[in-house]
Nanobody
Framework: QVQLVESGGGLVQAGGSLRLSCAAS????????MGWYRQAPGKQRELVATVTIVGSTNYADSVKGRFTISRDNAKNTVTLQMNSLKPEDTAVYYC?????????WGQGTQVTVSS
């Protein structure tokens, strides 16, 4: 069973930076794709950024130019570097990994950006 463990959330002032990490375990294969999603109170979960096994990336328009996603296939980790954070980035951030068309989710980590 694949397990994802996130770390790196916290409280930061607007304009600051945070780095989220997610480590996957329980599979001998690298995930086909890994990514970060977020859910703010009262809103639906939304895509933040994804990266495929070959390194192709995709970002939500709201984070382009501020966030950078990367992965280490050897370590089965994915990282989200978040710069120039805004109060509207406040949400619970979830890591997702896709293995053979099955999605696995982490437990989520809170990111709070104060104005």
């Amino acid at each position: 069973q694949v397990q994802l463990v996130e770390s790196g959330g916290g409280l930061v002032q607007a304009g600051g930076s945070l780095r989220l990490s997610c480590a996957a375990s329980g599979s001998v294969f690298s995930a086909d794709a890994m990514g970060w999603y977020r859910q703010a109170p009262g809103k639906q979960r939304e895509l933040v950024a994804t990266v495929t096994i070959v390194g192709s990336t995709n970002y939500a328009d709201s984070v382009k130019g501020r966030f950078t996603i990367s992965r280490d296939n050897a370590k089965n980790t994915v990282t989200l570097q978040m710069n120039s954070l805004k109060p509207e980035d406040t949400a619970v951030y979830y890591c997702k990994a896709r293995y053979l068309r099955t999605d696995y989710w982490g437990q989520g980590t809170q990111v709070t950006v104060s104005s």
